[in-house]
């Protein structure tokens, strides 16, 4: 893997050809995909399809084949998983180790912490302990982390996979606010009607390869093609097992 | 009356009349076994951490090697410790041997195996739910180990209780290594054996009923710490 950094009117995260191998499993075949400043990219596919592996490549987490390019080297980057990993602390210190962890100086921790979590709507909670919170609130404090370090590029790996649909709504509605401020948002799901609602981009994943990157409004008319369409139809797992 | 009532009741005697020849014996015991879990819990809990995260030729080996060495007999670490220590030794010039000092060597060496396996075990099991999310805030691998600690915090406490356990009951380092001399290295557990092989049994189970009440004592005050962290985890503060 080469990571280099390079002129700021380049993509945001420019990735070319990248191939990743587990074990006899490949993962990803030879993907070239470019994320440009301000995009909002769903990635899309069956499982197995490399979705994952895709946001891990991208978000630097993984090795792989091929190059990974960022626009320059101080691009800040955070990743948003499907379960959220917080610590036996309380809120406000889940945030400050964010912070403490991407370097922010300590006499910005206090007024990061609070602007995220009044950004997420849990002002209230900064003292509560982090693992009493319900599900969609954790996802929340993991946004709110996420956030306070002020990424230029945000990677969400299903977010709202495991949540009921009020905090699915609750994540959503950040999500979208989030683009609106100009962050650059990469997001796995299965919701197709998630990608539909937020992103301007459809990238659509099959075996490992990108079969389709297309604008969203493009994907969901008639460019996805014969197999994304299978997909999108909910046909895919019987097509694969026939 | 039975040897076991006889035996409770000389428990009592003891503990009611704070008789000083037991309290001084205890006090040895608790900072004996209190320092060596410190010294473990410095050097297990740093070793632990680092074996979860580490990737080396030999890392299988030595994961082995130190779980094999939870087995590891308190007579053989007081023969090993008695060899370094004794004046004809590698650290003989250090002139502990039979004092409280070479005690506690003897224990931390039993013990560190004990807190490093199962800190290894847990951090290892913890960056399998969390490591990848910490890794991607920015911890390298050594941060997000020692982060982890903090994170099982509680559980890492059980692991020193245990390794704690394992030193204040132990008869066979502390006796090689202290000589069970009256007064200056002789320890709760040292004194049962004596006891015992004078045949003064009631006495020798009394002085076990104290050892376990003892270490039932300092269990409860560190059980109610972590029910009292477990109701705030619940929003019942």
């Known amino acids: 893997m080469r990571d280099l950094a390079s002129g ?29 400043r301000g995009d909002f990219i769903a990635l ?13 490549v991208l978000h630097g987490m993984l090795g792989h084949e091929g190059t990974r390019e960022l626009a ?44 995220a979590l009044r950004r997420v709507g849990m002002s209230e909670l900064g003292e509560r302990p982090a693992r009493a919170l319900s599900g969609g609130q954790q996802q929340r404090l993991a946004l709110a982390r996420a956030w306070a370090i002020q990424p230029q590029i945000l990677f969400l790996d299903e977010p709202t996979a495991s949540l009921d649909p009020t905090a699915k709504k609750e994540v959503e509605a950040l999500l979208a606010g989030f683009a609106a401020d100009g962050m650059t948002l ?17 990238v659509y994943l099959d075996q490992g390869e990108i079969q389709r990157d297309l604008p969203t409004g493009a994907f969901f008319g008639d460019g996805a093609g014969a197999r994304a369409d299978q997909f999108l139809k909910g046909e895919m797992a019987w097509q694969l097992e026939s | 009356m039975s040897a076991f009532a006889e035996s409770v009741r000389t428990a009592v005697e003891l503990i009611v009349h704070a008789d000083p020849v037991l309290l001084r014996t205890v006090g040895l015991s608790l900072s004996v076994s209190g320092t060596a879990t410190i010294f473990a819990a410095g050097l297990g ?22 779980n094999t060495l939870l087995a590891l007999p308190s007579v053989v670490v007081g023969l090993v410790v008695y060899l370094l220590l004794s ?34 075990q847990l951090v290892g099991d913890s960056l399998r739910d969390g490591g990848d999310q910490l890794r991607s805030m920015g911890a390298g ?48 557990t040292t004194s049962i054996a004596l006891e015992t092989s004078k045949g003064d049994l009631p006495l020798a189970m009394a002085l076990g009923i104290v050892l376990l009440a003892v270490v039932g004592v300092v269990n409860t005050g560190i059980g109610m710490a972590q029910r009292g962290h477990g109701s705030a985890l619940a929003g019942v503060r």
């Not at chain 1, 899309?44 to 891990?56: F, I, Q």
């Not at chain 2, 809990?45 to 130190?66: D, E, K, S």
């Open chain 1, 44 to 56: 899309v596919g069956p499982n197995g399809s490399g979705k994952t592996t895709l946001l891990r």
């Open chain 1, 8 to 36: 700021s009117a380049r993509p945001l995260v420019c990735l070319r050809d990248a191939s990743v191998r587990f074990g006899s499993v490949q993962a990803l075949r030879k993907v070239s995909v470019d994320v440009q």
């Open chain 1, 186 to 202: 990469v997001m796995s799901t299965h919701n197709l009607g998630q990608a539909k609602r937020l992103a301007r981009r459809v």
């Open chain 2, 141 to 188: 691998p050594m941060t997000c180990a020692l982060l982890m600690l903090v994170h099982d915090r509680w559980a890492v406490l059980t692991v020193l209780i245990a390794a704690f356990g394992r030193a204040i009951a132990e008869v066979g380092a502390v006796m090689v290594v202290g000589g069970n001399i009256d007064g200056i290295t002789r320890v709760m």
């Open chain 2, 45 to 66: 809990l740093a070793l632990g951490a680092w074996l979860a995260v580490a990737r080396f030729p030999g890392h299988r080996m030595l994961v082995l090697l130190l």
């Open chain 2, 87 to 120: 004046r004809s030794g590698p650290l003989g010039s250090w002139g502990i041997l039979f004092t409280p000092a070479a005690m506690v060597i003897a224990q931390t060496i039993l013990i560190l195996p004990v807190v490093a396996a199962l800190t290894r």
């Open chain 1, 72 to 115: 320059d080297t101080s691009v800040v980057q955070a990743m948003v998983y499907q379960r959220p990993f917080v610590m036996r602390l309380s809120v406000a210190n889940n945030l400050r180790l964010a912070l403490w962890l991407a370097r922010v100086p300590r006499g910005e921790w206090a007024g990061r912490a609070a602007l």
